[in-house]
């Protein structure tokens, strides 16, 4: 997974250190002046687009002399035009100030560095989306959901060598649903049992889904889904065995679409 990190001569030490902090997670990151290269190019936001078009990702270190500078406000315009082609997620912004966040960047997800940059930098590396990771979404404390979970759901999907992550409850002091936001964030695939109707449930879908995360939706038989969801190809199951049968069958067709692709 490669990441760009664009940044002001302000946060130059900042933007060094985060490139080590990536490697570090066996994630490629990776800055380079754009403006000198450039040079002499007929179309320079066709120029910015190319050179972007070669990352996964682009972490923006925004702040007030980023924001004033003309050249990275082109960069900023090229990766949004990244992420219309490309129809999902490429921008991952970083207030490093106090300095309002370009409206276009807004609603992203950010990270406020600002607010406590020493324990920050785990927060920007889990925003980068893992090529292996698969997010788990279902109710939590139903006995035949966690039984589902644990002897069929995470079992299958790593089989196929693919992290299964489930929050079962936070593992620190911030709340639940930022844990959960950036796990989604994070993962290209998003599994979201709909059994049991939680609001919570809903959201998450309906968030990954406003990413363009690849969503395998599944209910148990007999199961209600709300009226907007009912209307996507979903895992109808009975028994852990038609459940397993069905997840190998999804699993098999996703990784196949991504080696022809």
Known sequence: MSVFVSYSPNST????????????RNLEGMS??????????????????????????????????????TWLQEEVFAMQMVEQ??????????????????????????????????DRFEEIVAR?????????VMAIG????DS?????VQPTIESFGLRVVRVDQPHDSEPITNEILRYIDSSPIVYCDLTNERPNVYFETGYALALNRNIILARREGAKVHFDLD?????????????????????????????AN
Not at 38 to 44: H, I, K
Not at 93 to 116: G, T
Not at 142 to 145: I, N, Q
């Open 32 to 69: 380079y002046n754009l403006q000198s290269r450039a040079g002499g190019q007929p179309n320079t936001t066709e120029f910015l687009r190319r050179e972007l078009n070669k990352f996964d990702w682009a972490i923006v270190l925004w702040e007030k002399q980023y924001a004033e500078d």
């Open 13 to 24: 030490e900042l933007g060094k250190r985060l490139e080590r902090e990536l490697c570090a």
């Open 148 to 152: 589902a979970f644990h002897t069929v």
């Open 128 to 136: 980068v989306p893992r090529a292996d990771q698969v997010f788990v």
């Open 231 to 259: 209307q996507r190809k979903a895992i109808i199951y009975d028994t852990p065995l038609d459940l397993r049968e069905k997840l190998i069958d999804r699993f098999e067709a996703i990784l196949s679409a991504k080696q």
């Open 85 to 118: 082609q490309r129809k999902k997620g490429f921008i991952i912004p970083v207030c490093v100030d106090e300095f309002p966040l370009h409206a276009k960047l807004r609603n992203k997800n950010e990270v406020l560095y600002f607010e406590n940059p020493t």
């Open 142 to 145: 139903d006995p035949e959901l």
